[in-house]
């Protein structure tokens, strides 16, 4: 049995989902949520604060989700709850929680899509990537990728 956390979240696309290849292809992107709820004395929706998470998935699902996802499509990813840890520029030690994608979907409460089938070929093992400067990148910080 596996300790791993799993998480579903779901929420709109709020990133570029850029294929970034390296010698596995993959993509990182954020995904927003802003959970709301019925205030009874004002009679109105109110909105919470925004949750932002860093989505991170490999090989052929990147592809497809490179492929298939626009900023604003809602969506669903099911993965593993991780954490990832760099040092920025300025010295100071920076991490950022990411969801580690297994799956990801589009939300169909909001709409309808059309699987269309792909054959790619297998793709090699991962050696390293690029997550740091991607991250930083996301967070909007530019970071020096230590030497590996």
Same mark, same amino acid.
């Given at each position: ?6 998480? $579903? /979240? ?18 990182? /992107? ?7 709820? /019925?205030? @009874?004395?004002?009679? $109105? ?5 925004? +949750?932002? +998470? ?8 990147? @592809? ?7 900023? =604003?499509?809602?969506?669903?990813? +099911? =993965? ?6 760099? $040092?920025?520029?300025?010295? @100071?030690?920076?991490?950022?929680? &990411?969801?580690?994608?297994?799956? +990801? ?5 909001? =709409?309808? $899509? ?6 790619? @070929? ?20 530019? &970071?020096? &990728?230590?030497?590996?």
């Amino acid at each position: 049995m596996s300790n791993d956390n799993t998480m $579903t /979240f779901h929420g709109r696309v709020g990133t570029k989902v850029e294929l970034r290849e390296g010698s596995v292809p993959w993509v990182l /992107f954020r995904v927003a949520s802003t959970p709301s709820w /019925f205030d @009874q004395a004002t009679r $109105t929706w109110r909105d919470l604060e925004t +949750i932002w +998470i860093s989505v991170k998935a490999w090989r052929n699902l990147a @592809q497809n989700a490179a492929e298939s996802l626009e900023v =604003g499509d809602p969506v669903v990813v +099911i =993965g593993k709850v991780r954490t990832e840890k760099w $040092t920025a520029q300025d010295g @100071q030690p920076r991490e950022s929680t &990411v969801l580690e994608a297994n799956l +990801i979907g589009h939300d169909l409460t909001w =709409g309808v $899509t059309k699987l269309q089938r792909v054959d790619r @070929q297998p793709a090699a093992a991962a050696k390293s990537d690029d997550t740091v400067a991607a991250l930083a990148e996301l967070e909007g910080e530019s &970071v020096e &990728v230590p030497a590996a």
